[in-house]
């Protein structure tokens, strides 16, 4: 069993950064695909970022570019440092793992956008 757990949402100005972090539980983190997701409002979840296990990453093009995912394996947290935010940002951030015949969600942090 692995248990997610998002941290570092909240409120900011348009312009600004915010810093998420997702810790996993369990041993398989190493070797699993790291992904952001996040849902607004009204609208379905949507992919944001992956990282895998090589470390290699792949973006959305919404934020290509202000949004870089990075992971920790020692510590076993991936995160996503968001730079240059928009209220069209403004959703609940859901951090999934992805590992041979397992997949697990956290509980998603609120990031809020002000104009």
């Known amino acids: 069993q692995v248990q997610l757990v998002e941290s570092g949402g909240g409120l900011v100005q348009a312009g600004g950064s915010l810093r998420l972090s997702c810790a996993a539980s369990?041993?398989?983190?190493?070797?699993?695909?790291m992904s952001w997701y996040r849902q607004a409002p009204g609208k379905q979840r949507e992919w944001v970022a992956t990282?895998?296990?090589?470390?290699?990453?792949n973006y959305a093009d919404s934020v290509a570019g202000r949004f870089t995912i990075s992971r920790d394996n020692a510590k076993n947290t991936v995160i996503l440092q968001m730079n240059n935010l928009k209220p069209e940002d403004t959703a609940v951030y859901y951090c999934?793992?992805?590992?041979?015949?397992?997949?697990?969600w956290g509980q998603g942090t609120q990031v809020t956008v002000s104009s």
């Open positions: 999934k793992l992805l590992a041979p015949g397992v997949l697990y």
């Open positions: 369990g041993t398989i983190f190493s070797l699993s695909a």
């Open positions: 990282i895998t296990s090589r470390s290699d990453t």
